[in-house]
Every structure is written in structure tokens, then in C-alpha cells.
């Protein structure tokens, strides 16, 4: 099953480096510009984390949210009226007429995906289908300015978290 | 200045002083940062708030807010008692280092940690890091917003100075600049007052101390403001002074394209352009390239440009031979701009333009020279020992610690009433008191919302969300309660920018006052010199006390 959803050569996919978000929400404002969508439903949300370690120093974290388009999705498990499906691009597609508003996929969802908006449908990120399609990155990875979210095909960046890792190495050998 | 693409591409460690790069310029910095980093620099970060730049950091140091001066000069001690200052450096570049060390000689790492709140070996690790590596010193605004903040970049840019940690690739003390935007680049004066038409100057009204100065001005009394491209109340130090300034005008036009705070106190809103239908230009901050913004849209409604608006005013006013009908905004960049800029050049799809190097290099003070009287950083100011004798302030040749006027240690007694002090981010969703009011930045914002420390709330029984006054004896503010240990105790964090209309503005609670190193008085002046004489507004020059709403 796995096999079947694996990208092809070419395809990109979308890397959420947490070290580098500082929390801006700048993608959460490129994705409601992108698709038009009003106050109320988050397709992206940025959540921040505090923690405090045993010497009482405190630090952030923050994690851009969106639908992961998981492999293996619960949510496309639960739907009963299988509004949710995988397409062919490895993305995990809602068929908007057919959803009932059960609230099912946000029962299941690890990260909150699922959003609700006026009409009360299941609405959520697609991936940004159509850009990728014309090559673009999506509109998160396009706007994001600390480079925490980078479109790219997973060839492309595995290179890139290797030769960062090399430079770091070379640095810290000199 | 030395710019994020020129450090980023050969510092060693970079100390952020006072600077949350995650927030505030956000486009400007942070991917510098992340390359620097990534070559293996090290992050230093000078702030009492958690803030994102700052969990990055391999040091954060958490000084009590306005107490950066002496940390500034702790480290310059112990870097000195360890011989890793750079003598070679102070003995040809600088003069005045036997001063400096009268005073830093004082700052033991024992009395640094007791003022500044930081741990001993924190500040000595710090200071040991930032002397032994390529050093790039970024400031901010953050520490510089007390009555001591002129005092606090004294202190910080000897730091600098003192390990020799200037021009050289990778290697500066950076202040706010805006490129050469005010170094002699642009012909602001032709514009302004183009050449024949010979306006005449009355006197200068310092900007922040407007309030005050509004309403002292004579000789002629000011009757009328015309405001656009800024907030008159909202960010004003002195808001409740500045509306009572506001209620004593004959006529206040606001140009804006929102009811703001200033549009309620107006006789007259006009409709001002977007930046989308008019010409302009962009300097900004930390870069030293200009880009020329073209009108992609044509003026909506009733707008029109700004410059169109300025232009009729000047005609009817009598200045028609200097203020062509004709002319387009274009017209006016070429006059503010160098005759040979090569103005196509800077447009989309072409720009931006890098500026003339004359004007900015890429590495600035490479030379050695500086623009002192002496040619050298001047640790001890000559420059401010002269000044002392024309105009009255606080002029000390060498850098001090002197707690802010309105601080825990600067005024015990207010603070046995009023014990918390504020400071104010400026948040990555707004620019200053800008987008607060669209409903797609107040989803992520929420409701005006004050941190406080979770022992600061525990003790005054408030938890997170409670509904919470801030107050001290000029006003009070209503907002929600975050409990969070990003903020330090003893402090509250209250964003700037929150419009008084909507609640939550910061403004309101404090104390209208200028900061040195002049005293500018009741801030009508006769002349004024931006470099030397400082025109920094201490908003966070303030104490408050807080309980459940």
C-alpha cells in the first residue's frame, strides 16, 4: 500500500524545519491569501510551545500545523462517506460535496487538521495542488522568511539537509 | 552599518543586543542569521525576554530590563581583567580607554550579576565568546528605551570598540539604520522645499516630545496639523497628553485609509492612496539596496497620491511655479533622488538598486577612521564634553549605569506603589499600530493580552485569561492575563501598538518625557543635531501595578 503512494520522481513535498520557525505566521497568511479563505477556519495554524529545562532556563518552540497528508491517514479511514481520498499526487484530497459535516476526520486527526467554517463541511490545506502542478512552491514555503518551510522533491531536500550538515561539520573541524 | 548579507557571510558569533529578529524585520535578518549559524557561527542574545531569536541562541542573557548599560560595561571589565581586549586596536583607533576604565574598572562580575540580575559565569562566558571570536554586535531598540537608553549604547558600542571588534568583515557594532537613506543619499530638501521657493522654517519640534511641545509652542502658536503615513495618538509616549494637545488644535486633518485614533479627533479624513497606486521608494533597515515602488492600480475612490495632495497645498499657498500640475510622483523621485540613479534600474523588474558605496560601503570604518573630531571612537567624548557647555542634558564622556528615571531601582518609592515594569514587544503580526484592526491579524493575535509571570499572578491571585487592569496614577489599560515565564518576574510585558479605541494601548501609562542625552526642554528647539543630541522616547520607562478586572 505504502508503495502505491510514494512520489515520483519530480514530485515535491513540503519540509517543516522546526529550528528555523520563529513563529511569524507569515505562512498562515500566504495560505488564507492563496485560497481565499475568511477569518474563522485555519488551514495552517502556528502553534508555540514554552518549556523550561532542569536549570530553569526557558525557550520556545513553534510548529507550523497543517493537514500532514499522512501516508497511512486515519481520517480518510473514518470518513463514512468517503469524502477523503489519496490522489495521485500522494496528497490526501477532500471531495467537498460529498462530506456530511460529521467532524469524524478531526476526531482521528493527530494534528488538528480537520477545519470548520461557515458551512460547517470539513475544509482543510490540499497541498497547494495547483502550484505544485506549475512547478511553484506552495504559498506557505513561498512567503515563509526564515526558510522553516521549504517545497522541494525529497531528493532535493535530503541534499540540502546533507551539505548543511557537512557545512557544520567542516566549520566546526576548522 | 554593516549589513546581514555582508556579516552573515564571515562572522564567528554574533551578540544580538536588544534585537528580537524574529519579530520585528523579520525578512531582514533571520535567514542571515540561520546562514551564519549554519557555517558554525555561535548566537548570543541580550534580552529579558524569551523571544524566538532568542531560544535559538547557544547564550541568552536575561538582564532586569534597563540594566543592559551595566552589563555592557561587566563584560568590557572582565574581558579587560583576562587580557583579551584588543590593545593594538584601542592604542591606534581609539581614545579615552583609561576613562572607560575608571568606570567599567568598577563592574565586578559580582556587582553586574547583583544589578542585572544575570548569573556571573553567564556574563564572564559571554564576555570571554564575544572577545575571542570575529564578533558582529547587532543592537535593536529593546534597551535603548529607557531615560538611560542613550547611556546603554554608549556602554554597548565600547564593548566593541574595546576588543577591536570594528571594520572588518563580519566584525561591527550595528545601530537602527536606514541604509544611506540618511547619510546624504536622498535630496530630501528639494522636495521639501525646492530651490527659489525659499519656505520658511519657523523652529523644530522634536518628534518625541510632541505632546508636550504641541502644546507649548509660541511665536507662532500651532493651531493646525495635517497627519499622514504615521499615528499621531496611538504611538505617541504621551498619548493622553497628545489628545489633549488634539483638543486644543483650531483644525486637525488626518489622510489615512482606516478610522484610527487620530481620525476620531478630525475635523477633516481624507482618503489616502495605498501604496499600490503611487510612487514611492524603499530604503529600509538592515540592507543597503532602493527599490522604487510603481503604481500598479490607479488611485481608488476619491485618493489621490500624497504627493498630489502636498503638491496642491504648496499652489494654493502660493508656491505654483514650484510645485508643477503636471508632475507625477516619478517627477518627484527624480528630484529626491541623485541626478545620475539609475531610476529604471531600481523598478520591478529590475530592482532593487545596491546605493553608491560612498554613501554606505560594505564594510564600513575599514579604515580605521571614524567621524569624530578626533578620527578615532571616542570612549571618552570630547564631542560630549563640548555639547554640555551649549545645551543642558546628560552629558557624560564616558558611559555610566544610572537606573531609568521610572524603574524599580531609579525610583523606590513609586515602585513600593507601582512594582511591575513594563516593556513592549513589537509583535511580528503588526507594524507599530498598523493591521491591528484587519480581522485576518486579529485571528491570530486574539484579544489584547499582557504577560505576566506566573509568580507575579499568583501573588495578586489572577490566572491565565482572567481579565486584568493595569494601572498606575495617570490611567489604566484593560487586557487578558497570559501567564507565561517568558517574561521575567517582576515585569509585564504589554505590546505596543494596540489602538486606544480598541483597548489595550500602553501609551496611555506613560509618563510624557524625552530622553538624553539633551534636554530638550519642553521640546521646542531653535536647532537640533539627530546624531549627537539623541531623540530616543524611554517607552518603557515605566512601572504599573496589576489586579483582576
Redesign the interface.
Known sequence: MREEIMMAAGETMLLIDQSRCVGCHACETACKMENNVPPGPRWMEVVEHESVDAAGDVALSFLPLNCRHCADAPCIAVCPTQALARDGLGLVRLERERCIGCGECLFVCPFGAPQFGEDRLMQKCHGCRERRARNLPTACAQYCPSGALRCATPRELSHLVRTSRAALGAARAD | MQTPEVWSRHTELVLMWGCNA??AG??QE??YL?DAM???ARLIVVDPI???????AHL?LRPRPSTDAALALGMINHIVSRNLHDQDYLERHTQGFSQLMEEAGQWTLERTREVTGVPEGLIAQAAEEYATHRSLLECGYGHQRYTNGHRTQQAISALAAVCGHMGQPGAHCNFMEVGAAYTGFLNSARVQNPPGADIKKTRLISISHFGPALRAAQDPPIKGIIKWRGSLITQQPDARGMIEAVKGLDFLVSIDQFLTDDTDWSDLVLPACTIFEQWGVHPSYRHQYLQLQVPVLEPQHESMPDIDFWAELARRMGYEAYFPREWTGLDWLRLLLPDDFPLEQAMHPHGPVRLPERFCPPVPNWDGNFQTPSGKIELYSGVYAERAQRFPGEWDPVPRYVPSAESPDGDPERAARYPLLVVSQHP??RTHSQFGNL??I???EGPATAMLHPDDAAARGIAEHDRIRIYNDRADSHVLAHL???VLPGTVELDSGRWIKTGGNVNLLIHPRAAGPRDVGDGVMAEYDMQLDGHTIPYFNLLVEVEKA
Not at chain 2, 50 to 56: D, F, I, L, M
Open positions: 524574529s519579530a523579520i525578512h533571520i535567514g540561520y549554519e557555517r558554525g524569551v523571544t524566538a531569536v532568542a531560544s535559538k541568552h511580528a503580526t480581522p485576518y486579529q485571528e491570530i507565561t515565564r517568558k
